[in-house]
């Protein structure tokens, strides 16, 4: 009973399988179709057509590279299923006008034409019976559940399996009436050699025949139904097969169902039967599962909805012209003019800094021991974020310490420092990019409501009277660069006016703070905007705060978003003045360590011990907390900070594997950067559009030595750039635009000369391979000219041919194509005469080039120069989207591991999820602070839904942290999980300053 309700309550939704096991059949049959042939025959075949294969090889290369993005996985935005669409409709335009098909057996022209013909026809009368049946459903003839519309990809996806099936059973049995011999003896079948008692059973001799079991196919399984007299109904509304004789002679007429039609009704009566029986009765073609297994399968199925990496060189993302478009207002009005930061200390209720309540936090101060966490750069992609927020909620992590195991607990604070979420801090990117991760790993309480503003923070969970009694982790955040770019407002909205990120309570009320941990440590937290320093208010506030509160032996830890020591010494400027004389002139010694993001990857330095005063010992960058990787090894001459001398003493990932990672760009740039097509494909064909067309080509590859050919080949790419530039004006001024954008866009930190060098350099390599591409197009054109395969008829080449072939090969005794022509008002031949004129662009070309050539750009007319600019446009768009990511792919490489620049742009373009790490920190009882930086190399890809969690009881009154299994994903693979890989890349401990007294009473114990 439980199969029959699954059955009549069918929930699956349309369609099944049918169509997928459509594709493979029509596959196998291509296949079988194929190998059917006289393998002897066929190699003779491709012998005697080696130039026109290699146009092949040479045609199907670019497309690959055009389309490899795109292969073997779904990238979500449209203009991945439009650059497969376009592909394949070029691709066929050019393929079918080359002569190795025809020379092989198989008519392209044929097989294109019956397509158009056979898939618009079947989309028409599909689309008609649907209309029917909703029709029917709408008075109350059928089922309610036909009155759901269908999917138009899917009445799509159908009409072209039938429309492929169809012609390929007409390239390999044609369109035969075949007249059948009355006799029904038993025949020899001598495609089965061994029911042959008379001949020696042999797998060679009956592999080498296979075109006899093919012909017998063709004859026997697919033969058509029968002759029109059979269907007196149909006789005026069927087409009729090709005359052929079988042992005798020949009707006139053939009377014989055209096997294509056969075929093609059969497929259609196929969709239609199974739509009627799913739509009328709900039963299921496809066997149903049971409901617990139903369940189970969802559940396996079941994906976290996490975001990509941004895709930073993305020519159609609304998203990063809106973040430009923020960048430039916040730099034109923030900075200098309005700053939030000032807001914020007028809003304060006391105006002495040191009392201030919502920017001074003591509430860890009393505890004997306390952990805490540092991240920084989160929000970009789901799967990195969640992977760091999965380990940051873990109970305990046991991860291996050189040759022991440790133990490390949750801490009980969590600091991030800075851009939340990328590319711009909208709403958006905020709960899709920061809080969705971070609520996967640690779920906020049950009461939380998304939409809650909390207006007197800390607003404490039931039942906790202060906050130094509540015992669950808390989270405390500074803005980065890109937080600012809306001048602060939606982290205010979404950090200082919120109380939970996931299960991290969150008691900060503005955008800078102090805390004062146990054993006299401290951690301030500074928030630079985008001025790459502190405001006036905020160095008032901390510099009061050492006076009246941060002990002579305190130590005190520095966060801010920029690392401005690396930046400074990078770039050769100096920021930050503010917190500089915050650190030497009242820290004086007491800040131990500075930490950082901004920079994607974990870098420390320590000093080295002189005589000199020391202000910072330790300097932490750990960008990886989501955000795609930086390298490591443009960094790795770094020095100095205030005089003091610094040793690198950690990196990840290491220079050696920096410098291997951005090999990338040549090798990737493109697969990762796909949406890059956009802008590249534009800029290439307005580079070479004033030297279009080339007419005078015959002197090309006519010398007799392959070096002699390249060399001309060359000299006329010179030529042309001669010309372009004396005779032309889009062209050069593209090139001048180029130029000045490849200019600015080199680093501020090369001197000008090198920049216009670099520069130079960059446009040269765009123009050549431009100008190259140009060139190899227009010579196959020119081939094909001179070869009679193009600018032989006019526009409309393919509908013209079909008409004159179609009579012969499918006869219409009836006039039923008359008949439909007048009952559709001229609509049915238009139709397809425009459909098949889409496959025409090659001729198109070519006839519009030769009108040039002959008589000048004048002789054609401005829409005649639209069309043919046009067509020559969807050729040179696919071959130059992958060179121009080559080109652009190259040039990062080369400045980033030979010149050093580009740190930001040659890593962005990588999208590199992997390498993601977090810095762990413990005071000890002892007051030392012991800092431990946990990895992973690998971010898993693939999650299921936590076993563990899933079965984990969740009372309402229950924290999330309380539980043994916080996170609500795991991987697929357990051995890849982020628990089961993570493992320390750095350790060190920062000893806690001794105080004169502490140190006289162990030298009085010491004696």
Same mark, same amino acid.
């Given at each position: 009973?439980e199969?029959v309700?699954?059955?009549?309550?069918?929930?699956?939704?349309?369609?099944?399988?049918?169509?997928?096991?459509?594709?493979?059949?029509?596959?196998?049959?291509?296949?079988f179709?194929?190998?059917?042939?006289?393998?002897?025959?066929?190699?003779?075949?491709?012998d005697?057509?080696?130039?026109?294969?290699?146009?092949?090889?040479?045609?199907?290369?670019?497309?690959?590279?055009?389309?490899?993005?795109?292969i073997? *996985?779904t990238?979500?935005?449209?203009?991945?299923?439009?650059?497969?669409?376009?592909?394949?409709?070029?691709?066929?335009a050019?393929?079918?006008?080359?002569?190795?098909?025809?020379s092989?057996?198989?008519?392209?022209?044929?097989?294109?034409?019956?397509?158009?013909?056979?898939?618009?026809?079947?989309?028409?009368?599909?689309?008609?019976?649907?209309?029917?049946?909703?029709?029917?459903?709408?008075?109350?003839?059928?089922?309610?559940?036909?009155?759901?519309?269908?999917?138009?990809?899917? &009445?799509?996806?159908?009409?072209?399996?039938?429309?492929?099936?169809?012609?390929?059973?007409?390239?390999?049995?044609?369109?035969?009436? &075949?007249?059948?011999?009355?006799?029904?003896?038993?025949?020899?079948?001598?495609?089965?050699?061994?029911?042959?008692?008379?001949?020696?059973?042999?797998?060679?001799?009956?592999?080498?025949?296979?075109?006899?079991? $093919?012909?017998q196919?063709?004859?026997?399984?697919?033969?058509?139904?029968?002759?029109?007299?059979?269907?007196?109904?149909?006789?005026k509304?069927?087409?009729?097969?090709?005359?052929?004789?079988?042992?005798?002679?020949?009707?006139?007429?053939?009377?014989?169902?055209?096997?294509?039609?056969?075929?093609?009704?059969?497929?259609?009566?196929?969709?239609?039967?199974?739509?009627?029986?799913?739509?009328?009765?709900?039963?299921?073609?496809?066997?149903?599962?049971?409901?617990?297994?139903s369940?189970?399968?969802?559940?396996k199925? =079941?994906?976290?909805?996490?975001?990509?990496?941004?895709?930073?060189?993305?020519?159609?993302?609304?998203?990063?012209?809106?973040?430009?478009?923020?960048?430039?207002?916040?730099?034109?009005?923030?900075?200098?003019?309005?700053?939030?930061?000032?807001?914020?200390?007028?809003?304060?209720?006391?105006?002495?800094?040191?009392?201030?309540d919502?920017?001074?936090?003591?509430?860890?101060?009393?505890?004997?021991?306390?952990?805490?966490?540092? =991240?920084?750069?989160?929000?970009?992609?789901?799967?990195?974020?969640y992977?760091?927020?999965?380990?940051?909620?873990?109970?305990?992590?046991?991860?291996?310490?050189?040759?022991?195991?440790i133990?490390?607990?949750?801490a009980?604070?969590?600091?991030?420092?800075?851009?939340?979420?990328?590319?711009?801090?909208?709403?958006?990117?905020?709960?899709?990019?920061?809080?969705?991760?971070f609520?996967?790993?640690?779920?906020?309480?049950?009461?939380?409501?998304?939409?809650?503003?909390a207006?007197?923070?800390?607003?404490?969970?039931?039942?906790?009277?202060?906050?130094?009694?509540?015992?669950?982790?808390?989270?405390?955040? &500074?803005?980065?660069?890109?937080?600012?770019?809306?001048?602060?407002?939606?982290?205010?909205?979404?950090?200082?006016?919120?109380?939970?990120?996931?299960?991290?309570?969150?008691?900060?009320?503005?955008?800078?703070?102090?805390?004062?941990?146990?054993?006299?440590w401290?951690?301030?937290?500074?928030?630079?905007?985008?001025?790459?320093?502190?405001?006036?208010?905020?160095?008032?506030f901390?510099?009061?705060?050492?006076?009246?509160k941060?002990?002579?032996?305190?130590?005190? &830890?520095?966060?801010?978003?920029?690392?401005?020591?690396?930046?400074?010494?990078?770039?050769?400027?100096?920021?930050?003045?503010?917190?500089?004389h915050?650190?030497?002139?009242?820290l004086?010694?007491?800040? $131990?360590?500075?930490?950082?993001g901004?920079?994607?990857?974990?870098?420390?330095?320590?000093?080295?011990?002189?005589?000199?005063?020391?202000?910072?010992?330790?300097?932490?960058?750990?960008?990886?907390?989501?955000?795609?990787?930086?390298?490591?090894?443009?960094?790795?001459?770094?020095?100095?900070?205030?005089?003091?001398?610094?040793?690198? $003493?950690?990196?990840?990932?290491?220079?050696?594997?920096?410098?291997?990672?951005a090999?990338?760009?040549?090798?990737?740039f493109?697969?990762?950067?796909?949406?890059?097509?956009f802008?590249?494909?534009?800029?290439?064909?307005?580079?070479?559009?004033?030297v279009?067309p080339?007419?005078?080509?015959?002197?090309?590859?006519?010398?007799?030595?392959?070096?002699?050919?390249?060399?001309?080949?060359?000299?006329?790419?010179?030529?042309?750039?001669?010309?372009?530039?004396g005779?032309?004006?889009?062209?050069?001024?593209?090139?001048?635009?180029?130029?000045?954008?490849?200019?600015?866009?080199?680093?501020?930190?090369?001197?000008?000369?090198?920049?216009?060098?670099?520069?130079?350099?960059?446009?040269?390599?765009?123009?050549?391979?431009?100008?190259i591409?140009?060139?190899?197009?227009?010579?196959?054109?020119?081939?094909?000219?001179?070869?009679?395969?193009?600018?032989?008829?006019?526009?409309?080449?393919?509908?013209?041919?079909?008409?004159?072939?179609?009579?012969?090969?499918?006869?219409d005794?009836?006039?039923?194509?008359?008949?439909?022509e007048?009952?559709?008002?001229?609509?049915?031949?238009?139709?397809?005469?425009?459909?098949?004129?889409?496959?025409?662009?090659?001729?198109?070309?070519?006839?519009?080039?030769?009108?040039?050539? *002959?008589?000048g =750009?004048?002789?054609?007319?401005?829409?005649?120069?639209?069309?043919?600019?046009?067509?020559?446009?969807?050729y040179?768009?696919?071959?130059s989207?992958?060179?121009v990511?080559l080109?652009?792919?190259?040039?990062?490489?080369?400045?980033?591991?030979?010149?050093?620049?580009?740190?930001?742009?040659?890593?962005?373009?990588?999208?590199?999820?992997?390498?993601?790490?977090?810095?762990?920190?413990?005071?000890t009882s002892?007051?030392?602070?012991?800092?431990?930086?946990?990895?992973?190399?690998?971010?898993?890809?693939?999650?299921?839904?936590?076993?563990?969690?899933?079965?984990?009881?969740?009372?309402?009154?229950?924290h999330?942290?309380?539980?043994?299994?916080p996170?609500?994903?795991?991987?697929?693979?357990?051995?890849?999980?982020?628990?089961?890989?993570?493992?320390?890349?750095?350790?060190f401990?920062?000893?806690?300053?001794?105080?004169?007294?502490?140190a006289?009473?162990?030298?009085?114990?010491?004696?």
């Amino acid at each position: 009973m439980e199969t029959v309700r699954t059955i009549f309550t069918h929930t699956y939704p349309y369609p099944h399988e049918h169509s997928r096991h459509a594709v493979i059949a029509v596959i196998l049959g291509c296949v079988f179709f194929i190998s059917s042939d006289n393998m002897h025959t066929l190699v003779l075949k491709l012998d005697s057509n080696v130039k026109w294969w290699s146009m092949y090889a040479c045609l199907l290369g670019f497309f690959y590279f055009f389309s490899s993005p795109f292969i073997g *996985k779904t990238i979500t935005p449209s203009y991945s299923n439009f650059s497969r669409w376009y592909v394949a409709w070029i691709l066929v335009a050019a393929l079918y006008h080359l002569p190795s098909f025809q020379s092989m057996g198989v008519d392209m022209r044929m097989n294109l034409s019956l397509f158009l013909t056979i898939f618009l026809s079947s989309v028409l009368f599909l689309l008609v019976f649907h209309f029917v049946f909703i029709g029917l459903w709408y008075i109350g003839l059928v089922a309610r559940v036909a009155g759901r519309r269908p999917a138009i990809l899917t &009445i799509l996806q159908n009409c072209a399996v039938i429309s492929i099936a169809c012609c390929v059973f007409y390239s390999h049995c044609g369109n035969l009436a &075949i007249i059948r011999e009355k006799t029904l003896e038993r025949r020899n079948w001598s495609w089965f050699p061994r029911w042959n008692k008379d001949e020696n059973f042999s797998w060679l001799a009956k592999f080498v025949r296979v075109y006899e079991f $093919k012909d017998q196919v063709c004859k026997s399984w697919f033969a058509p139904v029968g002759s029109a007299s059979d269907y007196p109904f149909l006789s005026k509304w069927v087409i009729y097969g090709e005359l052929t004789c079988s042992g005798g002679s020949c009707e006139e007429s053939p009377d014989e169902i055209s096997p294509i039609y056969s075929l093609w009704a059969t497929f259609i009566g196929l969709y239609i039967a199974n739509y009627v029986v799913e739509r009328s009765t709900g039963w299921a073609l496809t066997h149903p599962v049971s409901q617990n297994e139903s369940e189970r399968l969802k559940k396996k199925q =079941m994906r976290p909805e996490f975001l990509d990496m941004v895709p930073w060189y993305s020519g159609t993302s609304a998203d990063l012209f809106k973040t430009v478009f923020d960048l430039m207002v916040s730099v034109t009005l923030f900075v200098g003019r309005f700053d939030m930061r000032m807001m914020q200390a007028a809003m304060s209720r006391v105006e002495d800094g040191a009392k201030q309540d919502d920017l001074l936090y003591d509430q860890f101060s009393e505890r004997d021991e306390l952990w805490f966490d540092f =991240m920084a750069d989160t929000g970009d992609g789901g799967n990195s974020s969640y992977s760091v927020a999965r380990l940051l909620a873990q109970p305990l992590l046991r991860v291996r310490n050189k040759d022991s195991l440790i133990t490390l607990p949750r801490a009980n604070l969590l600091l991030i420092g800075g851009d939340l979420a990328y590319p711009n801090p909208s709403s958006y990117n905020y709960e899709s990019r920061l809080f969705r991760p971070f609520e996967y790993a640690l779920q906020p309480p049950i009461w939380y409501n998304e939409e809650h503003v909390a207006v007197n923070k800390p607003e404490l969970p039931p039942g906790v009277p202060t906050l130094k009694q509540y015992d669950g982790p808390q989270c405390f955040l &500074i803005p980065g660069n890109h937080d600012w770019f809306d001048g602060l407002q939606t982290f205010m909205r979404y950090i200082c006016h919120k109380s939970w990120l996931g299960g991290w309570f969150m008691p900060q009320k503005k955008s800078y703070f102090a805390l004062q941990l146990p054993k006299g440590w401290w951690v301030f937290g500074l928030d630079l905007a985008l001025h790459c320093d502190i405001d006036d208010y905020q160095f008032k506030f901390f510099s009061e705060l050492i006076k009246d509160k941060v002990g002579d032996y305190d130590s005190v &830890i520095i966060m801010t978003h920029e690392p401005s020591w690396l930046l400074d010494w990078y770039w050769n400027m100096v920021t930050g003045k503010n917190i500089s004389h915050l650190i030497r002139d009242h820290l004086n010694g007491r800040c $131990k360590v500075r930490i950082a993001g901004d920079l994607h990857h974990y870098m420390r330095h320590s000093f080295v011990p002189l005589e000199k005063p020391v202000y910072v010992q330790h300097l932490l960058v750990n960008g990886c907390g989501g955000a795609f990787l930086h390298p490591t090894h443009v960094f790795r001459n770094f020095k100095y900070l205030y005089g003091t001398p610094y040793d690198s $003493k950690a990196s990840y990932p290491s220079f050696h594997d920096s410098s291997r990672i951005a090999l990338g760009n040549i090798l990737k740039f493109r697969k990762k950067n796909w949406q890059f097509d956009f802008i590249g494909g534009i800029i290439y064909f307005i580079l070479a559009f004033s030297v279009f067309p080339q007419c005078k080509l015959d002197h090309i590859l006519q010398d007799d030595t392959f070096s002699g050919n390249v060399k001309t080949f060359f000299a006329t790419i010179w030529d042309i750039f001669i010309y372009m530039l004396g005779h032309s004006y889009v062209s050069p001024a593209a090139v001048f635009f180029l130029l000045v954008a490849a200019i600015t866009f080199v680093p501020s930190k090369v001197s000008r000369k090198r920049k216009v060098l670099i520069g130079v350099l960059h446009v040269s390599a765009h123009l050549s391979a431009a100008l190259i591409l140009m060139l190899l197009l227009e010579l196959g054109i020119d081939t094909c000219i001179r070869h009679k395969l193009l600018a032989t008829s006019g526009y409309h080449t393919l509908y013209e041919w079909y008409r004159s072939v179609e009579s012969e090969h499918f006869p219409d005794r009836t006039g039923l194509r008359a008949r439909i022509e007048q009952w559709t008002f001229g609509l049915y031949p238009a139709c397809i005469k425009y459909l098949m004129s889409a496959f025409d662009v090659p001729e198109v070309m070519a006839v519009t080039r030769n009108n040039i050539c *002959k008589n000048g =750009m004048d002789s054609i007319s401005r829409g005649g120069a639209v069309i043919y600019y046009a067509s020559v446009f969807l050729y040179f768009w696919v071959f130059s989207t992958p060179i121009v990511s080559l080109v652009f792919g190259s040039y990062l490489y080369i400045c980033i591991n030979w010149l050093h620049i580009h740190f930001d742009e040659a890593f962005s373009s990588l999208r590199i999820a992997n390498y993601k790490s977090f810095t762990r920190f413990h005071i000890t009882s002892k007051g030392d602070l012991e800092v431990f930086t946990l990895a992973v190399d690998k971010v898993p890809k693939a999650w299921t839904l936590d076993p563990g969690w899933e079965g984990e009881s969740k009372l309402p009154q229950s924290h999330s942290y309380r539980r043994k299994f916080p996170s609500k994903w795991r991987s697929v693979s357990p051995q890849q999980d982020p628990v089961s890989t993570v493992r320390i890349v750095d350790h060190f401990v920062v000893e806690q300053t001794v105080k004169p007294e502490d140190a006289s009473v162990n030298r009085a114990v010491a004696h």
